[in-house]
């Protein structure tokens, strides 16, 4: 049985050929970057994004010594990157090197927004990972350092903890800090809870590492339970003492549950199934308490797997819109009739979910991310809309931070909330027909607004507003501006509010559970409207007085419809509450409620940035990848935090030739082409069997490499698109070769010129959950290599591959056609092959070489089955082939050789040790009928993390 640290190293070869990225992700060299050192950060940002600067570093200076008192350890000074050209929320703590990147983007999602700022709630999350990386660094993790760099303490506190204690303690700080972090918000656990009444709850393995059989959430939720029920059974250090003791002794077989078995009592799982029993109880006693709504699920296509259906509502011909994704599905707008009959009207792109989906009769309006085509920590929102009736799709905006567009009825009118990279929200007013700008809401305090509707007139938006102590629904005159507050809380997590006539309706976790509302704006008296086991969401009046909403199920989010009765629902003063507040204790014992709001606004002293000095940041270091055809490679690796220059300097031992390489190599991506060069010398040795005796030649050959490439990014659909050019030379000295040579192909003492051109392409369909394969797409590579420039060495290769991908016969099934065509002059050297050869077949040379291959792929098995905590397999998938190669080489009377085999592939999906990463791995059988001959393979396909 492998150890876990036998699993480390493993998952370092992974790793290490990461390093080798092929683009970097960072921003133009237009943007000027600037710092603040304070005591324990170095903030660095783009110069613009001051102010939010000046607060990120006090809100972290803040919670410094709050946030790491639990788990005892106080962390080293940590650069922070704030990211404002990227339309996403989110954030990280990562290496290679240490750095945290905070994405300043604000949710315009309530369920993941809650009553704080953005900025607040990430940056107690992203600290407390600091946190973590510094009680990681114990006596047995330095010397991992000194031989490794970052990776050899990252790997061992990987292999000494779960990755849901990362992310559940993390989301457990930002809940005890802040007025609602995620722990507080009904909807975060609701896919937990679902499964836990509906399904009876799943076993640690499946719960943690994910299923293809059932929606699980993902861990944050799993660590968030799992680090609070410990923390409420035992003491909030109870953390502390048990990866204090696992990451000291990360090289001991499942050192984490052994450690959670001495300072809490019992080990892992027992401890899982526990906490689940407590769980379990606590939501049945809340439904108990409650009364669910009868509703009417409106009619659509037969669930075959977990699928959700969003946001419905009615349109011109009274069937419903929705947005419907799943495992199986992409997200797509779709249409249903009264019998459930579907009509897929338009597949989204890289769809920005505000929990909302605004339309009209007519048309339907939404925002997707495309990315800039260099640059990729720049990414926009722009807006679309659809003609339901034409199908026809339009793109209003371009290069736009857009979020949450809304069309007016009357379908003149857009509003969305524009963002801009200095982190100023202003309510943009849009004409509906061409996307141009016809106001602007004044916005003096920067309040951050949501999710913004039109009232049924056409006069007024109904939106949120995140105000200093809680959120408000407000009420904005289109004309004047002005605005009212209709109705505010200080505790409720308000979403999703629409306007119809005298009745506001909204979305709250009132009761303890996510439920729609109704206020009367005019006599101010609020109802609950619904009354849901796990919650109801994104209320919409139809014109008939139906009101349609979603409600969540353990098998995905289900399209729910009620009349309008106010005599049927209930005065909210007498809406019991059932929250069962499970953080409290755990909250308690932090001692630190509402500290991070308690930040001062002192003025720290801002400097230039200046990255060509910090160009070169060495990382990781020392033996970077286990011994791969008989080598073995030791070496310094570098790379700037900003993300613009990669360095690495290598020894190579070839245990075939007894020889050393030494190479060193560079990546400057700072500019719109990437420049890649690198310098390599060595000893080379070759064996020669003659007919009586083994002549060794051996020489000294030195290359430098200097190219050029250009990536491109065109994802701005349903489709991944994206085209690469480059250019290289590849100049290699032989020296020291002093055996005379009789046959010119043998290696002589020269030089070789090469030039080497590359152009590829690709367009793939976005994959859902459960899909193989794109179901449609096109790549195509084209390379062409030549010595232009004389010296001693002529050759010359042209080579084209493309592939095609097509739906099989069922869902999940795959079609993928493969055609190569390489022509060679090798009558001096050989380039290396740049097109696949036929699977079975050592490969051999030719002047012509045509591959052509048909694979046909298909899910076998989906299953949550292990073995113990060893082996964890989640699928089975078969890939049948038939390749068929032809070679032909410019000699007379020499025949074309004809290479034919067909066989199949069974791949396996399985974790191992507990671990989340997912490998693909299999077998491949080959016939090969021109020679009858069988071969059997191991084939690797990756590691999904």
Do not use: C
């Not at 007025?179 to 009904?186: E, N, T, V």
């Not at 092959?833 to 070489?849: A, E, L, M, P, V």
């Amino acid at each position: 049985m492998w150890k876990q640290g036998a699993l480390s190293v493993l998952v370092l070869v992974f790793l290490a050929f990461g390093l080798r990225a092929q683009e970097l992700p960072n921003l133009p060299p237009s943007i000027k970057w600037q710092q603040i050192n304070s005591e324990h950060f170095r903030i660095i940002f783009p110069k613009g994004l001051e102010e939010e600067a000046q607060r990120t570093t006090n809100i972290l200076e803040n919670v410094y010594e709050p946030a790491s008192h639990s788990l005892g350890a106080r962390p080293r000074k940590f650069p922070v990157v704030l990211q404002n050209q990227y339309a996403v929320s989110n954030g990280m703590v990562t290496i290679a090197p240490y750095r945290s990147e905070f994405y300043t983007f604000e949710p315009q999602s309530y369920r993941q927004q809650g009553n704080d700022r953005w900025i607040e709630r990430l940056a107690v999350h992203e600290y407390r990972h600091m946190v973590q990386f510094e009680k990681a660094i114990t006596p047995f993790n330095k010397v991992l350092y000194a031989l490794m760099g970052e990776y050899g303490p990252f790997l061992a506190s990987a292999a000494a903890a779960p990755q849901w204690f990362f992310e559940g303690d993390a989301v457990g700080v930002e809940t005890a800090f802040g007025r609602s972090g995620r722990g507080r918000i009904p909807s975060f656990m609701m896919a937990f809870k679902a499964n836990l009444i509906e399904k009876d709850g799943f076993n640690y393995y499946k719960q943690f590492l994910k299923s293809y059989r059932d929606q699980v959430p993902n861990h944050y939720v799993t660590g968030y339970l799992m680090t609070t029920y410990l923390k409420n059974k035992t003491g909030a250090d109870v953390w502390d003492r048990i990866v204090g003791r696992s990451f000291a002794q990360p090289y001991i077989p499942f050192t984490f549950s052994n450690s959670m078995k001495k300072e809490s009592g019992k080990h892992l799982v027992p401890t899982y199934n526990e906490m689940l029993a407590e769980q379990k109880q606590l939501y049945t006693n809340q439904l108990n308490q409650i009364t669910p709504t009868a509703f009417d699920t409106l009619e659509h296509k037969e669930k075959k797997n977990f699928t959700n259906y969003y946001y419905p509502r009615r349109v011109y011909d009274g069937r419903v819109l929705a947005i419907k994704m799943g495992f199986s599905d992409i997200a797509s707008l779709v249409l249903i009739d009264e019998q459930g009959k579907e009509e897929s009207i338009f597949k989204l792109g890289n769809w920005q979910n505000p929990e909302s989906l605004s339309s009209n009769d007519s048309t339907v309006v939404w925002a997707e991310l495309e990315l800039d085509p260099r640059w990729q920590r720049r990414t926009y929102s722009v807006i679309k809309k659809l003609n339901l009736k034409s199908k026809k799709m339009t793109r209003l905006t371009d290069q736009s931070k857009y979020a949450a567009p809304t069309i007016s009825h009357n379908n003149q009118w857009l509003v969305a909330i524009d963002q801009s990279v200095e982190g100023q929200f202003e309510i943009h007013l849009l004409d509906a027909q061409n996307g141009q700008l016809i106001k602007s809401f004044e916005n003096p305090d920067n309040s951050m607004y949501s999710v913004p509707q039109f009232d049924d007139r056409d006069e007024h938006l109904v939106l949120l507003k995140n105000e200093g102590e809680g959120k408000a629904v407000i009420l904005k005159d289109i004309k004047t501006g002005e605005e009212r507050t209709l109705y505010f809380s200080d505790k409720e997590n308000l979403g999703t509010p629409i306007l119809q006539g005298e009745w506001l309706y909204y979305a709250t976790d009132h009761n303890g559970i996510d439920n729609i509302y109704a206020e009367n704006i005019k006599s101010k008296e609020n109802y609950q409207v619904t009354s849901s086991r796990f919650g109801a969401f994104s209320p919409r009046m139809s014109k008939t007085g139906e009101l349609l909403y979603n409600e969540y199920t353990a098998d995905g989010f289900e399209m729910a419809a009620v009349q309008v009765s106010p005599d049927s629902w209930t005065k909210k003063e007498e809406v019991k509450y059932v929250g069962f507040d499970f953080q409290e204790p755990m909250v308690e014992q932090e001692g630190h409620e509402g500290v991070l709001y308690n930040y001062s606004d002192s003025a720290y002293q801002i400097t230039k940035y200046k990255k060509l000095l910090r160009s070169v940041r060495p990382h990781t270091w020392g033996l970077s990848t286990l011994p791969i055809n008989n080598t073995y490679t030791i070496g310094m690796f570098s790379k700037d935090v900003l993300q613009t220059s990669t360095l690495s300097a290598n020894a190579t031992y070839n245990n075939d030739e007894n020889v050393w390489r030494f190479v060193v190599a560079g990546s400057y991506q700072a500019w719109y082409p990437i420049l890649d060069a690198s310098f390599g010398y060595g000893a080379r040795t070759v064996d020669v069997v003659g007919q009586n005796s083994i002549r060794t030649y051996s020489w000294d050959e030195s290359e430098i490499k200097v190219g050029l490439r250009l990536p491109l990014f065109f994802t701005n659909s349903k489709y991944y698109r994206k085209v690469e050019l480059g250019v290289s030379t590849d100049y290699i000295a032989v020296q020291n070769y002093d055996v005379p040579v009789m046959d010119p192909r043998f290696v002589r003492n020269g030089e070789l010129i090469g030039m080497i051109y590359k152009a590829s392409f690709q367009r793939l369909l976005s994959r859902s959950y459960l899909d193989l394969n794109s179901q449609w797409g096109q790549t195509l590579v084209l390379n062409y290599k030549q010595t232009p420039f004389g010296g001693d060495y002529q050759s010359e290769q042209f080579s084209v591959q493309t592939n095609l991908y097509f739906p099989g016969l069922f869902r999940h099934h795959s079609v993928r056609l493969l055609g190569g065509y390489q022509q060679d002059d090798n009558s001096e050297y050989q380039f290396a092959s740049s097109i696949s050869f036929t699977r079975g077949y050592s490969y051999r040379s030719y002047d012509h070489f045509v591959n052509l291959s048909f694979n046909y792929k298909m899910p076998l098995a989906y299953m949550d089955w292990h073995l113990g905590p060893v082996f964890n397999l989640r699928r089975v998938y078969i890939n049948g082939f038939y390749d068929y190669g032809i070679g032909r080489n410019d000699t007379p009377m020499e025949s074309d050789h004809d290479l034919k085999s067909y066989g199949a592939e069974v791949s396996f999906n399985f974790n191992l040790f507990r671990l989340l990463p997912l490998i693909d791995m299999g077998v491949r059988y080959s016939y090969l009928p021109t020679i009858d001959d069988r071969v059997f393979e191991i084939i690797f396909g990756g590691v999904t993390f």
